[in-house]
């Protein structure tokens, strides 16, 4: 069975929400259009200072009620002061304070600039009797706070069940026509209340924004579905070069190896290297001649036919070596 709390919660909360928002957007409105505003009371009551030619300051207190914007701000003045706008400290000379003239749509900001604008063009008048005075005959009049401020005013029950009036009639429409008995038939009966619910406009008009969304969202499973055997292959055939990359991969790095294996005989350091080694081997090849020559075991034409050839190559790998030293082109 649906729960009438619950449902209850449900429909205040939209409300509640655009109000909350259509109340910041008025806030802004009021710092926007006026300067050096002065919060009082969080989103509650603002102070806006009005510099009047004549020399002093009077201060605008603009107090918004738990049902504003809905319902229009109360304006007052400090210290108190008499004007054609006035009414005992309380603005209500503005057209848009006019009963049934505020709309939750109109500028708090730009009201305020137009009763300030008032104010400078037409200089209200301060009373003298509004402060309280060294002799204290009028600080008994009023608590300590509101001293040099007079309270702002609170809106009166009435205007706060009118306000809640109006917003179960353009929420719940259906409400405002029916009796006291048809009311308490929907608190006692369930099943009344359950069916009552089922044909509000909101209720349809949401149902049918969820059957569309829960369509929509069907069709696009489907949709993805139809892909799967694809996307199944497509992931098999993407396996299948991955796998053949690694193997690929594998040779080649291996075969990079190999290469810089070879590569290094024939590095700068490696042909010098050799080269050296091919100086000092000539040098003893020559060496063992001379001393087989002096052994007795060659005779005078051998040794010195084998020992020029291996001077000469000698002195031709050594020359080599000292070139490629002094030019650095075998250097590292």
């Not at 009620?65 to 000379?93: K, M, R």
């Not at 969202?217 to 996307?231: C, G, Y």
Request: aromatic share 6%; proline share 6%; charged share 25%.
């Amino acid at each position: 069975m649906w729960n009438r709390k619950a449902t209850s919660k449900l429909a205040e909360y939209q409300p509640t929400t655009m109000q909350q928002d259509l109340k910041r957007k008025q806030i802004m409105s009021l710092l926007n259009y006026n300067n050096s505003v002065k919060e009082l009371s969080k989103d509650t009551q603002f102070e806006v200072p009005c510099a009047l030619p004549s020399g002093w300051t009077i201060y605008l207190i603009v107090n918004l009620p738990s049902t504003f914007p809905d319902s229009p701000p109360v304006i007052t003045v400090s210290p108190a002061a008499s004007h054609a706008w006035l009414d005992t400290n309380v603005v209500v000379g503005h057209e848009k304070l006019r009963p049934n003239v505020w709309g939750a749509h109109a500028s708090l900001g730009k009201l305020v600039k137009e009763i300030k604008d008032e104010f400078v063009a037409r200089v209200p008048i301060k009373n003298g009797s509004s402060g309280s005075g060294e002799n204290g005959s009028t600080a008994g009049s009023s608590p300590q706070s509101y001293s040099t401020k007079p309270p702002p005013p609170i809106p009166s029950d009435t205007s706060a069940a009118t306000s809640k009036h109006q917003v179960v009639a353009m929420e719940c429409p259906p409400i405002m026509g029916m009796s006291e008995e048809e009311l308490e038939e929907l608190l006692a009966d369930d099943y009344a209340f359950t069916r009552f619910f089922d044909e509000l406009e909101q209720v349809r008009n949401m149902r049918i924004v969820q059957e569309e969304l829960r369509s929509g969202n069907e069709t696009l499973a489907n949709k993805n579905l139809s892909k799967e055997a694809e996307l199944k292959q497509l992931q098999a055939t993407v396996t299948e070069l991955n796998d053949q990359y690694q193997e690929l991969r594998s040779e080649f790095d291996e075969k990079i190896l190999l290469q810089q294996e070879a590569l290094k005989r024939f590095s700068r350091s490696a042909l010098l290297a050799r080269l050296r080694s091919a100086v000092y081997e000539s040098d003893e090849l020559s060496e063992s001649i001379a001393q087989s020559f002096l052994d007795g075991k060659l005779d005078h034409d051998v040794f010195v036919r084998e020992f020029r050839e291996l001077r000469k190559v000698y002195h031709l790998r050594a020359s080599k070596v000292e070139r490629a030293e002094r030019s650095g082109v075998l250097n590292p």
